[in-house]
Each structure stands twice: as C-alpha cells, then as structure tokens.
C-alpha cells in the first residue's frame, strides 16, 4: 500500500481479537517496509477513567473524539495505515469518531464476530483483563452487541474458529484491494469556521 493514508475501524463485541488483530495487521504491514499505528479506544478511555467497568457513555464519547484527533495526527504525519480499535457498534458510535475527523482519510469498517462460548475460552486465561473476565459482564455485552440493528459494514469477518493470521490476511487484502478518495489534493475537509477561545 502506498499514497494516501488509510484508515481501518475495527470493532466487535468482547474477545473477537480487536487488539489481537490490530496488533499483527500493524506488525504486517511494518515487516513490508510500510508505517502503521495502532489506536486503542480502551486505552484512550483509560487515560480519563481507569476505573472498570468501562461503561461510561460520556467517557466513550471523549474518548472516540480523542481517538479522531489522534488519527488526524497520524495521517498528517503520513503513516500509511492508522487501525482504531474499539467499540463502534451503532452509527452514532462511528460517527462520534468520523464527525470529528479533520483530514480526509476515508474510514473502512471491520466488524468482527465471534461465538460466545469462544469468548468466555479466551478470555479465561487472559490475566490483562479486568470486567470482561466476568462471565456474566462478558455475556451482557454480547448481547448488547447481538441486539444493535445490523448497520452497513465493508467487511464482517468471524474470527470464532479463524487464526489471527487468517484474519490478517484476509485484512490486508481488503486494504490492497480500496481505491483512494479523490480528494482533488486537498488534505482537509472544509471547515465552516474556528472558534478560538480567548481568555
């Protein structure tokens, strides 16, 4: 992949391999010689409240908004694949992120599936994890997700009985296959107008 910087929304319920992917889809693609950086929305809502359970819908919304500035940084700066990883379920959820874009990076979504007796095995012996090692958390969440109104992706993938790299490769291809926007050189989206506050 080269030219214009991409960026891949990766989002699914508990243990569908969010980070696990993100991490290997960004080592991919530096082990070919291109740049990648990896935005984790869990550790950005940890930065303003690292008390679990994660759940706090204004937090979320901080949080996705810093995550958005983040990117905007990381494609200035021209890496070739910004990954954001996180809870983006409901079309608010991606549009706390997407609104607040200033570049002109075009957003893929991956959401990613998994069964939820595959969830509670991996998430047994994962001593990183904090609420969602509770059973009954893991399985509340899961049906939070089952029971979001299907919303248009451009990849849906099950990673229940996948290997990471099976994941990965089937990524990497969706990316080399994306045709860049046609953005005329610009850089930015247009902007209506500033404000800048004045103490």
């Known amino acids: 992949m080269t030219g214009p910087s991409k960026l891949l929304v990766v989002s699914g319920p508990i243990a569908a391999g969010k980070s696990t ?4 889809l960004a080592t991919a693609f530096r082990d070919s010689g291109r740049t990648a950086a990896v935005v984790d929305l869990d550790r950005i809502y940890m930065m303003l409240d690292d008390r679990p359970p994660m759940t706090d819908p204004r937090i979320s919304r901080q949080a996705r908004r810093a995550a958005a500035a983040l990117t905007d940084h990381f494609v200035l700066d021209a890496i ?11 079309e608010s959820e991606r549009d706390e992120l997407t609104s607040r874009l200033t570049t002109l990076v075009q957003p893929v979504f991956l959401t990613l599936r998994v069964a939820v007796e595959e969830a509670l095995r991996r998430v047994h012996g994962d001593t990183g994890r904090r609420a969602s090692r509770n059973p009954a958390f893991l399985r509340a969440s899961h049906a939070d997700f089952a029971a979001v109104a299907p919303i248009a992706t451009d990849a ?7 290997t990471v790299d099976a994941v990965v490769a089937a990524s990497m291809a969706m990316l080399e296959h994306l045709s860049p926007p046609d953005t005329n050189g610009a850089l930015f989206n247009d902007v209506d107008c500033v404000h800048i506050p004045v103490c």
């Open 21 to 24: 992917v993100a991490a290997a």
């Open 80 to 90: 070739e694949l910004v990954i954001v990883e996180g809870t983006f379920w409901t």
């Open 156 to 162: 849906i993938i099950d990673s229940t009985s996948l």
